[in-house]
């Protein structure tokens, strides 16, 4: 018996001493505060909890040790801590999707009750024993240290969140639901329970390219707590087992006598009555391979050599764009760059792993159909692949969008919520299916590591002259997005920067490699660090200025950009650069690189954004969308274009949010930075029949009455093929940015500025942390961050090598908002998610070569020391 105090009370314990006490906490005693981000990796200390005062990783200690020891939780933290600590996360931003957040808390709390006076370098070191993806780590810094101030006295602490702000669009309105979230009070999927909930596991492939002779159960099936372990041939015959964004090309599960593609393959699934037996059943799953040799190279992929990995051959697609006599400006060039730049495999590395909740539902017509809670970034593409599985109408699979623990395009592919699904469709009973850490690295789709062959010339007065890129990039077993990944890279290949003559090939191709889709950037990232390197190269070559010869050759409106569309709009790049350049021409050692990215898909493909206002109470508002909020903040963009609209404050109206498929208001993939832009549009268009009707009714005689709004760009164009005399509008909108990195003179990383045309900043505070936390990730795509792969399979599958960088690695930042308010954007909004991340590996490379004095043509540059 082991007796313990556990948030001030004592309780006792009679279970296996070797239990560790994080799945203690949340499976008996349902307390879920710390989270499960690593799997026992000891890592990400998103499980801490304080033990005799000291916050210790759950994850990794065993029930035995907490012999009569005080557990502390979230729950157990005095009411004051809780408030003025949580409120100080929300008050200064250092909040995003919150998964890591209640760890921190419990370490900043611990922190504060020994000494009320930290210094900066104490609080760094106390979060440094923690893991974030989302904040860049700069804002949870200020809100510790703003925490300390109010239990000092020294700050009041208001009455109200945002207590001096309206709400409004261009002012500071709360996070959605941020303060219960960073105490670890508002449940993630993984953190809901339902009564009779069975646990399902996945059988993965122990080989990239093998032939599955025989998938043998019978000893999983024997197991105790077994409920039943179903295979490919088990998928309705009214269904269909391939899925996929674009092509479904990805089957739910490889069957006998198929060839697996990629060890994130799933084979079987078992669904028991407990985690720990579904995990203990798949282990006894026997599998008979005919292993085949993996196909792992993109370049002998495409050759005749290579076996067929798909029915229509190993090359995914190709994009192309050209224009212009390439040899004649190649003759009149005065300066050539070449070079052969190398982008690495990333993996997303969002805390809160792969989670699905599926439930048998009734359904209105009475028909058995499916409920499901997803962390997926789309619930509506969810619903379409899930009934496509199941062989069920639309309307007979709901879908309920949690707000999840980071995605950055991670969660936009079908991963774990198939397989929930089938198995409660078929059971008639609760089914969570969740990945471990390292089945999340092996089975979701990762950046793409791409290889880039630039010629870049200028004449002898520094005007770029023409791009010549060949680019070829490793899209992994299945197809996901990687075609618009490549298509993206080829149409952003001059970077921000006009370039008269273009001929560029792009190339998706298939291998055995895990597959490769979206992530912050969407291969615009890769393009901008290979076109910076050679823009350096040509600066040194011709003696010009560095900052100068970009300012001269810098898109601005009317400018022909790679697509051949012409930017005829809201261009800010040269006012972002202008902000900087006293920054940049005053460093010893500086690296600068400027970026575009797209807003929305395009590429005619409608943008849609939809909206419905139901008024839910005398002074409350439910804004139905279908947008996911990972942490960017999407949830409270909607409020603040509500708040403005109906030109009301956050402390008269109260609103809430709502992404469920059963309210039909139907969006896409929240992908593209476009999440803002369309929901802006349609809460703006939503609200002006509320608006009329507020003029001769109360909110409160509304009750019950709806309100859709709708917005749409349907006038883009594919590139390639437009009609004679058709205008060329790739997308709708772009963002702007510059970034200067400059180095002290051991060469180490001193300060970043950024300098980024938003349009409109709609929540000030938000769209620092944004830019904050894609310069991070951006600081360790260029130095530190890798997911390589040997033979088809990864080199390894613990988070702690992924490279991404801690707390005591993150320089200062100062961002600089730059308003060039957009023709087609809701109060001239443009994207931010991505666009922050787009130049920070390129200026990282700039400054360093400039410092060591060589070219750097690959990335992770991997320095030794430091950042």
């Known amino acids: 018996m082991i007796k313990f105090h556990l948030n001030g009370k004592e309780v006792e314990y009679s279970g296996d001493p070797e239990r560790m006490l994080l799945k203690y906490l949340r499976g008996d005693q349902h307390i879920t505060s710390p989270k499960e981000g690593c799997s026992g990796q000891a890592y990400c200390g998103s499980c801490t909890v304080e033990i005799d005062g000291k916050p210790t990783l759950s994850c990794v200690t065993p029930m035995k040790r907490i012999l009569g020891k005080k557990v502390v939780t979230t729950e157990g933290l005095p009411k004051n801590i809780q408030e003025v600590i949580s409120f100080a996360f929300v008050e200064k931003g250092g909040i995003q999707c919150g998964f890591c957040i209640p760890g921190i808390v419990i370490s900043a709390a611990s922190l504060l009750g020994k000494n009320l ?32 101030k109010i239990l000092r006295g020294e700050e009041k602490l208001p009455s109200k969140l945002a207590e001096k702000s309206d709400g409004k669009t261009g002012s500071f309105l709360p996070k959605y639901s941020a303060q219960e979230t960073a105490l670890g009070f508002r449940p993630f999927v993984g953190d809901l329970q339902v009564e009779n909930m069975h646990f399902g596991a996945l059988k993965f492939s122990d080989h990239p390219r093998a032939v599955v002779k025989k998938i043998d ?72 391979y005919e292993v085949l040799q993996a196909v792992t190279d993109p370049d002998f992929a495409i050759t005749d050599a290579a076996p067929k990995l798909q029915a229509n051959g190993n090359l995914l697609s190709v994009s192309k764009f050209k224009r212009g006599d390439l040899e004649a400006a190649r003759k009149n060039s005065a300066y050539i760059s070449k070079g052969t730049y190398q982008t690495q495999r990333i993996e997303h590395a969002f805390l809160e792993t792969e989670c699905c909740l599926s439930l ?53 592919d079908l991963t774990v919520q198939g397989h929930a699904a089938l198995a409660a469709h078929l059971l008639g009973v609760p089914v969570r299916v969740a990945l ?118 810098a898109i601005v409106n009317g400018s022909l950009f790679t697509t051949g569309q012409t930017l005829d709009h809201s261009v800010g790049l040269r006012e972002t650069m202008l902000a900087l350049k006293d920054k940049f021409k005053a460093a010893k050692y500086a690296g600068i690189a400027c970026g575009i990215k797209n807003c929305g898909v395009g590429n005619a493909m409608p943008d849609i954004g939809r909206a419905r206002l139901v008024v839910s109470g005398p002074r409350k508002i439910t804004i139905h969308h279908g947008w996911t909020e ?45 999440a803002t832009s369309l929901v802006g549009h349609a809460v703006i268009v939503a609200a002006k029949n509320l608006k009329e009707d507020l003029m001769s009714h109360k909110l409160s005689e509304l009750v019950g009455k709806a309100y859709d709004g709708e917005w749409i760009c349907d006038w883009t164009t594919k590139p390639g093929y437009e009609k004679p005399g058709q205008k060329i509008v790739t997308h709708y909108s772009y963002s702007y940015s510059t970034q200067v990195v400059v180095l002290n003179d051991q060469g180490e990383i001193e300060h970043i500025y950024v300098a980024q045309d938003a349009g409109k900043v709609i929540n000030p505070v938000l769209f620092e942390g944004q830019i904050e936390g894609s310069v991070h990730m951006g600081l360790g795509y260029a130095l530190t961050e890798d997911f390589p792969y040997k033979d088809g399979k990864p080199l390894f599958t613990r988070l ?5 960088l801690k707390a005591k690695d993150m320089p200062p930042v100062t961002v600089i908002p730059i308003e060039v308010p957009d023709k087609f954007g809701p109060h001239g909004a443009k994207g931010v998610g991505e666009i922050g991340m787009v130049p920070t590996a390129a200026a990282v490379a700039t400054a360093l070569s400039l410092f060591e004095k060589k070219r750097h043509f690959k990335i992770p540059i991997k320095r030794k020391e430091g950042v």
């Open 117 to 148: 006076h930290p210094t900066r370098e104490e609080i760094v070191a106390a979060v440094n024993k923690h893991y974030c993806r989302c904040t860049g780590y700069l804002k949870i810094f200020e809100a510790i240290e703003y925490a300390a």
């Open 217 to 288: 159960v019978r000893e999983a099936e024997k197991l105790p707590g077994v409920v039943r372990v179903f295979t490919a041939k088990d998928i309705p015959a009214a269904g269909d087992r391939y899925i996929g964004l674009i092509l479904q090309d990805w089957p739910l599960m490889v069957s006998e006598g198929e060839t697996t593609r990629y060890t994130g393959d799933v084979l079987a699934q078992v669904v028991a009555r407990s985690e720990e037996e579904a995990r203990a059943a798949v282990a006894a799953i026997k599998i008979d």
């Open 360 to 412: 048998p539902a009734t359904m209105c017509d009475g028909k058995q159909g499916v409920l499901l809670y997803s962390q997926g970034q789309g619930a509506y593409e969810d619903r379409k692949q899930v009934a496509k599985i199941l062989g069920l109408p639309l309307d007979h699979v709901r879908v309920i969008q949690v707000q999840n623990g980071g995605g950055f395009g991670g969660k936009e």
């Open 436 to 553: 471990t850490r390292e089945e999340s690295m092996v089975m979701h789709p990762k950046r793409h590591p791409i290889r880039l062959e630039y010629e870049l010339g200028c004449d002898k007065s520094g005007m770029i002259t023409f791009l010549q890129a060949f680019i070829i990039g490793d899209s992994g077993a299945y197809a996901s997005v990687g075609m618009k990944i490549l298509e993206r890279a080829a149409g952003h290949a001059g970077g921000a920067y006009v370039v008269p003559v273009i001929d560029v090939i792009a190339k998706a191709v298939y291998t055995n490699n895990v597959p490769c889709g979206a992530m912050r950037g969407f291969g615009v990232n890769q393009a901008v660090f290979a076109m910076e390197g050679c823009v350096d190269d040509l600066c040194a070559q011709g003696g010009f200025d560095r900052f100068d010869f970009r300012y001269n050759n």
């Open 630 to 674: 990972m942490g960017q903040g999407v949830h409270t963009m909607a409020m603040q274009f509500l708040y403005d609209e109906l030109k009301m404050s956050h402390h008269d109206l109260d609103l809430e949010i709502c992404v469920d498929t059963e309210n039909e208001v139907v969006c896409g993939m929240t992908t593209s930075s476009r």
């Open 800 to 804: 702690q090598k992924c490279g991404v």
